[in-house]
């Protein structure tokens, strides 16, 4: 089953402007990490961002976590045309025995030169 | 090694072959995940070892599907009588953590085309 599910599929804009992704998941967790993935192999790590947390940065990305809404957001500030990739979180189960970190479908974005 | 291997990088088998697939972890991570992608889809989760603990396979989508990690640091994924359904792009993941606790490190995935 997959814990998190990212909003929109798909997001299509100019470069220069900034792009926001949401991530909604289903039941408590400990973390919840943000992916980027260029051309459908390996996944490579963006953020991380504990439930005691609110909102983190790094370089162009911001990340806001909202445990109440069980809700997520990365803000890519300033899109550059290599941004161009599909972004997934994912989530850890808190809780009971079976931790293992679940994978959204992911938000396609597309950053027009 | 510097980063997650995988191999091969791509697999092309005929139905009902049995197939195995390679994952090296970072030297020192005790977690390792194997997740499946298929084309434009979300990643779907296999199985998870951790350290000594019993692995995770309730992701697994069937029997013909087994892993293990020996000695705590290589792992294979094998798949038995293949299906064309079982086409797809299998993931590997390494973490120095449990699952969620920090960055999962991939590999570059298998391909694997059953025709």
């Known amino acids: 089953s997959q814990q998190g599910e990212e909003d929109p599929q798909a997001l299509s804009i100019q470069e220069g402007e900034n792009a926001t992704m949401n991530c909604s998941y289903k039941?408590?967790?400990?973390?919840l990490q943000w992916y980027r993935q260029n051309s459908g192999r390996g996944l490579v790590h963006l953020i991380l961002?504990?439930?005691?947390?609110r909102e983190k940065h790094s370089g162009r990305l911001r990340v806001t976590l909202d445990t109440s809404k069980k809700s997520s957001s990365l803000l890519i500030t300033a899109s550059r045309a290599a941004d161009t990739a599909s972004y997934f979180c994912?989530?850890?189960?808190?809780?009971?025995?079976?931790?293992?970190?679940?994978f959204g479908k992911g938000t396609l974005l597309t950053v027009n030169p | 090694g510097a980063g997650v291997s995988q191999s091969p990088s791509n697999k092309v088998t005929e139905k009902g072959k049995d197939v195995e697939l390679r994952c090296d972890p970072i030297?020192?991570?005790?977690?390792l995940y194997w997740y499946r992608q298929s084309l434009g889809q979300g990643l779907e989760f296999l199985i998870y070892?951790?350290?000594?603990?019993?692995?995770?396979k309730s992701g697994l989508p069937s029997d013909r599907f087994s892993a293990e990690r020996t000695g705590g640091s290589v792992s294979t994924l094998t798949i038995q009588r293949t299906q064309q359904e079982d086409s797809a792009v299998y993931l590997c993941?390494?973490?120095?953590?449990?699952?969620?606790?920090?960055?999962?490190?991939f590999g570059q995935g298998t391909r694997l085309t059953v025709v």
């Open positions: 994912a989530t850890d189960l808190s809780g009971g025995s079976n931790y293992k970190l679940t």
């Open positions: 961002i504990r439930s005691n947390e």
């Open positions: 070892f951790q350290g000594n603990s019993a692995p995770d």
């Open positions: 993941a390494s973490s120095f953590q449990s699952a969620g606790w920090a960055e999962a490190f």
């Open positions: 030297s020192g991570h005790t977690a």
């Open positions: 039941t408590s967790i400990n973390n």
